[in-house]
């Protein structure tokens, strides 16, 4: 019976140690992947959709609660006009693909977007990411537009041989406004918050 007990005591030992190791490892291993997924995957749209912003957006981002879920969104400031960016995903042909969208806080409409993370055919599906001219198809529309493609009967030219990649993208689109207006109000609360601690100023 003493060699049972011990035996159980060990292996609860063991796997209470084991846990604590394995938690420990994926909280460090949590924050590099998010520092890598913030400097090959963000940074480089958001240095592209906000190039003429007069702050640094990286260093300005913040963190707003949407239910449990948390996104980090992007501020940025040209001249008087304040945009905020965030990351919504649709999914591709070949995995998800994920989009930042920046909208401008005024007028509720969509000022640019980039694609982030895509596996999608290269020559076909990349195009969302490699050429500019297809995202920029969504800017200046408003939040309360659908987008889809005009096979779907909308305005969005699809990208040729990538239907399924042009459609996950509307989604992200879509997604993304979505976001927007449920947090809007915090929104706008955390830019007047960054403008007088001289952030977006």
């Keep these: 019976m003493n ?3 011990k035996m159980v005591l060990v292996l609860a030992v063991l796997t209470s ?6 938690a420990g490892v994926r909280t ?4 590099r992947i ?7 995957q963000k940074e480089p749209v958001i240095r592209n959709i906000l190039a003429d912003a007069e702050n640094d957006p ?7 609660k949407d239910g449990e879920v948390s996104h980090t969104i992007f501020p940025g400031r040209i001249g008087d006009q304040k945009i905020v960016t965030l990351e919504a995903f649709g999914k591709g042909f070949s995995g998800p693909v994920g989009l930042l969208v920046a909208f401008d806080i005024e007028s509720d409409t969509i000022v640019g977007s980039g694609v982030t993370i895509s596996t999608e055919t290269p ?8 050429d500019p001219s297809f995202v920029a198809q969504f800017e200046g529309t ?5 987008a889809s493609v005009s096979k779907d009967g909308g305005d969005i030219d699809a990208i040729s041989g990538a239907t399924i990649t042009s459609r996950a ?11 927007y207006t449920r947090l809007k109000p915090e929104l706008v609360k955390s830019m007047d918050n960054l403008a007088s601690e001289g952030g977006t100023n």
Aim: negative net charge; hydrophobic residues 45%; glycine residues 10%.
């Design 123 to 130: 020559g076909f599906g990349s195009k969302a990411k490699e």
């Design 58 to 64: 990286m260093a300005d981002r913040f963190k707003v």
């Design 28 to 31: 460090l291993t949590m924050d």
């Design 169 to 179: 993208v509307c989604v992200a689109v879509n997604e993304a406004n979505a976001i």
């Design 17 to 22: 140690v084991s846990g604590g190791v394995l």
């Design 34 to 40: 998010e520092y890598q997924q913030l400097k090959f």
């Design 3 to 5: 060699d049972m007990f």
């Design 142 to 146: 408003g939040i309360d537009q659908t």
